[in-house]
């Protein structure tokens, strides 16, 4: 997930690490083009429960579930680009036709779906899509309130790189703050030092945009200071804008006799702040006893935040998911890391057994046993996303094991540093669960390199609460109080320069 510091400026080299990061993605999903998913009790005369599709940026999902396990055999098709899957065992059904009204114009992959009986207990499905796909698909047992799915996730062959979305939205802004020299006193907002080769990219991202722009001006200095080389000031030409150096000298061996850059326009890089509304897609979440749904009421909360984050001149957010979608405990951590977030946000609203629970809870990892019974529960649980939402096991199970000893003290600490700067804005204005900050094993809280908190907003599981959870004035009080938390603590605890080979 992580890419080389850059060495040279040329755009070529930006595209590379872009590929780089997509032939990793895609690695896991390469050659699966016909997979055959029958088992020894294929289905005889399944009945279809539901058919439910999840479409996002990241990826579709079409799931049929169904009473008995399912076989299929899938196959891409090209010219048009189609995916044509066979379904065994299986006579067409009214609920099976509800597929075709349930694919939306607004579907970044599927154009139209058919279904159709194709030969006696055979279902042929026809996905019609709007580009090439590269397809996972996969069979789920029963757990929770669903019982056999057969699942289709439809990827993208280049899937949407979160560190080049964020870079190409925030560089603007990442360049207005860079070049604000930093203030002293109360009133300064705290950056990063930036060493990291998300500036160099966002350097070369400028520098590309600003020669394509302007074609027929003197060509800017041929080497921003991306690496060690120092960049020659090219006689004759106009002075180009104080330009701050993105990496220190390797060696150290700055001399500031031929420095171009003066130390005032010392590049400082806004926080990257990742927030992730829990669970998504086939995981609702807790549910309240008057319907809400937790990953509804999160998602919203989320984006409150995001606002109010983006609004903030030194600050800049990245979602794990911005709409209704699946993603694994894992992928949440690896899109934070991919972007170098210096901190990781998880925002829930869980339900307890005891209707009465209330109150807020914030929790940090930890590395042996919980702080309490109540936090290990609700780790177990919030665990069980992958379960529930319907994680690729065959795809994912690597990657999660992984993290899984990666787990370092110093994070541990620092993530007990927002988490008690957060718990005690929102301690400020509602009521809290537990008067400290909890620990327990969550799975998404293991990024080893950033602070990482999950806040228990509310109990969906208590009325009140779950009214509360619904309504926009507290919602938005929520979200205030999580970003002041979050920036008392990094004006107390600036994150420092990154090595790149984190
Ligand atoms: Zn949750």
């Not at 439809?154 to 020299?181: C, G, H, I, M």
């Not at 008690?420 to 900050?437: F, S, W």
Request: net charge positive; with cysteine.
């Amino acid at each position: 997930m992580l890419i080389k510091r850059l060495a040279t400026d040329r755009p070529d080299e930006l595209l590379l690490a872009r590929r780089k990061w997509l032939a990793q993605c895609l690695k896991a999903g390469a050659g699966t083009v016909v997979l055959t998913l029958a088992g020894p009790q294929i289905a005889a005369g399944a009945g279809i429960v539901a058919v439910r599709v999840w479409p996002a940026e990241d990826y579709t999902r079409v799931t049929i579930e169904s009473d008995q396990r399912l076989a299929a055999v899938h196959t891409m098709v090209r010219n048009p680009d189609r995916l044509v899957v066979d379904i065994d065992g299986l006579d067409l059904s009214p609920t099976l036709r509800e597929l075709v009204a349930k694919i939306t114009p607004n579907d970044p992959y599927i154009q139209s779906v058919r279904v159709g009986q194709n030969r006696p207990r055979v279902v042929r499905l026809v996905f019609d899509l709007k580009e090439d796909i590269s397809p996972q698909v996969f069979t789920l047992g029963p757990i929770g309130q669903y019982q056999n799915r057969l699942v289709f996730d439809l990827y993208p062959v280049n899937p949407p790189d979160p560190l080049w979305k964020l870079v190409r939205e925030t560089e603007d802004k990442q360049r207005r703050f860079a070049s604000t020299p930093a203030t002293e006193g109360a009133d300064s907002v705290a950056g990063a030092p930036s060493s990291s080769e998300e500036d160099a990219i966002a350097a070369l991202v400028r520098q590309f945009e600003d020669q394509a722009k302007t074609p027929a001006t003197p060509p800017l200095p041929a080497n921003p200071p991306v690496a060690a080389t120092k960049p020659k000031p090219p006689a004759g030409t106009a002075p180009t804008p104080p330009q701050a150096p993105l990496a220190q000298d390797k060696a150290g061996k700055s001399d500031p006799s031929d420095d171009p850059a003066p130390s005032r326009f010392k590049m400082r890089r806004l926080l990257t702040v990742a927030i992730d509304p829990g669970h998504g897609g086939e995981d609702p979440g807790a549910i309240g006893a008057a319907g809400s749904r937790e990953k509804d009421v999160v998602l919203q909360i989320a984006k409150r935040l995001r606002a109010k984050i983006d609004a903030q001149p030194n600050m800049r957010a990245m979602m794990t998911r911005d709409a209704d979608f699946f993603v694994p405990l894992n992928v949440r951590v690896q899109k934070a890391r991919r972007v170098k977030a210096d901190l990781f946000v998880s925002i829930h609203a869980d339900a307890f057994v005891k209707p009465e629970a209330r109150g807020a809870s914030v929790f940090a990892l930890s590395e042996r046993g919980a702080s309490s019974s109540a936090a290990r529960w609700l780790a177990n649980k919030e665990n069980a996303a992958d379960l529930i939402g319907g994680a690729n096991l065959n795809k994912d199970a690597q990657v999660a094991r992984v993290l899984l000893d990666l787990s370092t003290t110093a994070q541990i600490n620092d993530s007990l540093r927002v988490g008690k700067a957060v718990l005690a804005e929102i301690g400020g204005m509602h009521q809290l669960h537990k008067p400290h900050v909890e620990q327990a094993g969550f799975a998404v809280l293991k990024a080893p390199d950033i602070p990482s908190i999950l806040i228990e907003t509310a109990f969906i599981s208590n009325p009140e609460e779950e009214r509360k959870l619904n309504d926009e004035a507290h919602q938005e009080q929520l979200a205030n109080a999580i970003l002041r938390g979050i920036r008392g603590y990094f004006a107390r605890n600036p994150p420092l320069a990154r090595s790149p080979s984190v």
